[in-house]
């Protein structure tokens, strides 16, 4: 079998706060293949833009990162240089951000910040570059594309800047996509149309994916792979399939029964819900981080739960087997 594109072993971030260390990302470790999409997956604030991020090198100036081990095609991350780094990113690693209008710089054109990615690492004449960016911005359902060069931010809506950042990432034709929440401003049909885009331009360039969501129903559509995260740590992972099928950590129960199942799910039936909030991750955090929710919580939970194993990436952090 291939080595993986990208390796995640033992990644940490760290962030002083006025009451101590905020821990928002906590021994996190994965792999990623070509061609593959693994979908990180949890409800917010549990450390999933954190990771993206660490991966880019590009926290907050105040965060620390700590990590075992982080490489891409064979390619030591957390050695690289300024220089090296910058390289990288948008060219063979490109992330699709959160919220774009503050990826996005209001000062200029949408044709700017587009042409520039690809003359800065391609080399390319600004007319090849505007006619990639044209022929993007269409691939994105974007009417008029050229005539969109010249706007600025803000004057496209939210969907219409959510595209434009999603063109920006693929300019390059990167290797690996790291996509923060990519369809959370657009509405259900062009959600439908951007994901369908996204697995198409996959297949193509055979490019692998990180997909960020906390959206099952999107994960459930588009992943090979899931990690479930809460409190900053991977609590499960596993193959799409396996993890909807028989979920094993009791968040990810937690996490499912919230969803309404169409032909099971009575109308006007109560969903499911997970009782009691997720703790500090201020100082250091001892045993498992949800056992204060969990129904099947024991004694022995206040110590450091084991990583369960079934299976060849099947994997869950608790002391209840399968």
Request: proline share 6%; glycine share 10%; net charge positive.
């Given at each position: 079998?291939?080595?993986?594109?990208?390796?995640?072993?033992?990644l940490?971030?760290?962030?002083?706060?006025p009451?101590?260390?905020?821990?928002?990302?906590?021994?996190?470790?994965?792999?990623?293949?070509?061609?593959?999409t693994?979908?990180?997956?949890?409800?917010?604030g549990?450390?999933?833009?954190?990771?993206?991020?660490?991966?880019?090198?590009?926290?907050?100036?105040?965060?620390?990162?700590?990590?075992?081990?982080?490489?891409?095609?064979?390619?030591d991350?957390?050695?690289l240089?300024?220089?090296?780094?910058?390289?990288?990113?948008?060219?063979?690693?490109?992330?699709?951000f959160?919220?774009?209008?503050?990826?996005?710089?209001?000062?200029?054109?949408?044709?700017?910040?587009?042409?520039?990615?690809?003359?800065?690492h391609?080399?390319?004449?600004?007319?090849?570059?505007?006619?990639?960016?044209?022929?993007?911005?269409?691939?994105v359902?974007?009417?008029?594309a050229?005539?969109?060069?010249?706007?600025?931010?803000?004057?496209?809506?939210?969907?219409?800047?959510?595209?434009?950042?999603?063109?920006?990432?693929?300019?390059c034709?990167?290797?690996?996509?790291?996509?923060?929440?990519?369809?959370?401003a657009l509405?259900?049909?062009?959600?439908?149309?951007?994901?369908?885009?996204?697995?198409?331009?996959?297949?193509?360039?055979?490019?692998?994916?990180?997909?960020?969501?906390?959206?099952l129903?999107?994960?459930?559509?588009?992943?090979?792979?899931?990690?479930?995260?809460?409190?900053?740590?991977?609590?499960?992972?596993?193959?799409?399939?396996?993890?909807?099928?028989?979920?094993?950590?009791?968040?990810?129960?937690?996490?499912?029964?919230?969803?309404?199942?169409?032909?099971?799910t009575?109308?006007?039936?109560e969903?499911?819900?997970?009782?009691?909030?997720?703790?500090?991750?201020?100082?250091?955090?001892?045993?498992?981080?949800?056992?204060?929710?969990?129904?099947?919580?024991?004694?022995?939970?206040?110590?450091?739960?084991?990583?369960?194993?079934?299976?060849?990436?099947?994997?869950?952090?608790?002391?209840?087997?399968?």
């Amino acid at each position: 079998m291939d080595a993986p594109l990208l390796e995640v072993e033992g990644l940490s971030v760290d962030l002083p706060v006025p009451a101590g260390l905020l821990r928002t990302v906590r021994d996190v470790s994965f792999t990623v293949r070509r061609g593959e999409t693994l979908c990180l997956v949890g409800e917010s604030g549990c450390g999933k833009s954190m990771t993206a991020l660490a991966l880019l090198d590009l926290l907050p100036r105040r965060a620390v990162r700590g990590v075992r081990a982080l490489r891409f095609a064979g390619r030591d991350l957390d050695r690289l240089g300024e220089s090296a780094m910058n390289a990288l990113r948008g060219d063979r690693i490109a992330m699709i951000f959160q919220e774009p209008m503050t990826a996005l710089n209001p000062a200029y054109t949408i044709g700017n910040q587009l042409v520039e990615v690809h003359r800065r690492h391609r080399k390319s004449a600004a007319s090849a570059a505007r006619e990639r960016a044209v022929h993007l911005l269409e691939k994105v359902g974007i009417a008029g594309a050229a005539r969109r060069l010249g706007q600025y931010p803000h004057q496209l809506s939210g969907g219409l800047r959510q595209r434009v950042m999603i063109a920006m990432a693929l300019m390059c034709g990167p290797d690996l996509l790291v996509a923060d929440e990519p369809t959370t401003a657009l509405d259900v049909t062009i959600q439908a149309q951007i994901l369908r885009l996204l697995a198409g331009l996959q297949r193509e360039l055979d490019m692998a994916m990180i997909l960020i969501s906390h959206d099952l129903g999107v994960v459930a559509r588009v992943a090979d792979r899931v990690a479930v995260m809460y409190a900053g740590q991977i609590v499960e992972t596993g193959t799409a399939a396996e993890l909807f099928a028989a979920p094993a950590h009791p968040y990810t129960r937690g996490l499912l029964a919230c969803i309404p199942v169409p032909g099971r799910t009575k109308p006007g039936a109560e969903l499911g819900a997970i009782p009691g909030i997720v703790p500090s991750l201020v100082g250091d955090l001892v045993g498992c981080s949800f056992r204060e929710r969990c129904a099947h919580a024991q004694t022995i939970c206040a110590a450091d739960p084991p990583v369960r194993t079934a299976a060849a990436g099947r994997s869950w952090r608790c002391v209840l087997a399968a």
